[in-house]
């Protein structure tokens, strides 16, 4: 049975890694640049929704209030002149109460909908679990959150200390951020136990710690971030910066489970 693990919830320490990971890394500064803006807004989203508590009933309402300012405002400062536009369009002329209910609900978007609304939604279900298990369907199996039933957005390795222990599996949910355990070396979208279908796809001169984990049996794959090669790796974010392996993913043909906040 999967047992969910404390979330966390050390927004500053995101942010001042993904400003290390975007001078350390020429491919993924620009995504990353925005993240870190991004994540100082979600930072101050997760400390109000603490504060505030907002009813079931009100979330996207109140997402929208109060969570998705300092998103426009960071999108604004350290977007692309693509994403600023298409975003600012939206913001201005979209029902944005109806684009968060739709991403808390799950239902497929345009991709900047989809942004808009993890960006600022997230940080709020992180901060309210209760809220986040409302959203949770009729998904049981471990394939899927144990909390809010979400998708994995990536996979850990942990450390243990120990050089001749090796650490658990976890996943990472890509709507609340709950960690719960996994078994190794079984597909984090279909189950499939068969290494000869699950190819492991690398980048050791680039990117050391992380690595995408394939599925031949479903075309589907998720980034693994190892923290027994990297210890101040921050896996949500580290993972933005895997964006070669997204790559080398899509040129073989698979999708990943779950796209990040960046889209990719």
């Given amino acids: 049975m999967s047992v969910a693990l404390e979330r966390p919830t050390d927004y500053a320490r995101r942010a001042r890694r993904a400003r290390d990971l975007a001078e350390r890394y020429e491919h993924a500064a620009e995504p990353l640049t925005l993240y870190g803006a991004l994540l100082d807004a979600q930072a101050a989203a997760f400390e109000r929704a603490r504060e505030d508590r907002p009813r079931a009933d009100e979330l996207a309402a109140y997402v929208v209030r109060v969570a998705l300012p300092g998103v426009m405002e960071a999108t604004m400062t350290a977007g692309t002149e693509l994403l600023r536009e298409a975003a600012l369009l939206r913001f201005h002329d979209g029902d944005l109460d109806a684009i968060v209910a739709a ?4 239902d497929e978007q345009t ?5 808009l609304a993890r960006a600022a939604a997230a940080p709020v279900l992180e901060a309210l679990p209760d809220a986040a298990a409302g959203l949770r369907g009729r998904e049981s199996d471990d394939r899927h959150c144990p909390v809010c039933g979400g998708l994995p957005q990536l996979a850990v390795f942990t450390e243990t200390g120990e050089a001749l222990v090796t650490g658990e599996r976890r996943l990472v949910c890509s709507r609340c951020m709950t960690e719960w355990r996994y078994a190794r070396m079984t597909c984090a979208s279909c189950g499939e136990t068969g290494g000869a279908n699950m190819p492991i796809l690398q980048d050791p001169g680039r990117l050391p710690h992380v690595r995408a984990d394939a599925c031949d049996a479903c075309h589907r794959y998720l980034l693994t971030i ?7 790796a921050v896996p949500i974010v580290d993972e933005v910066a895997g964006l070669p392996l997204d790559l080398i993913a899509a040129e073989r043909g698979y999708a990943k489970i779950t ?5 990719f």
Wanted: charged letters at 35%; proline letters at 14%.
């Fill in 111 to 115: 991709p900047t909908d989809t942004y």
């Fill in 259 to 263: 796209p990040n906040v960046m889209g």
């Fill in 103 to 106: 991403w808390l609900r799950g």
């Fill in 226 to 232: 190892d923290m027994r090669r990297e210890p101040r």
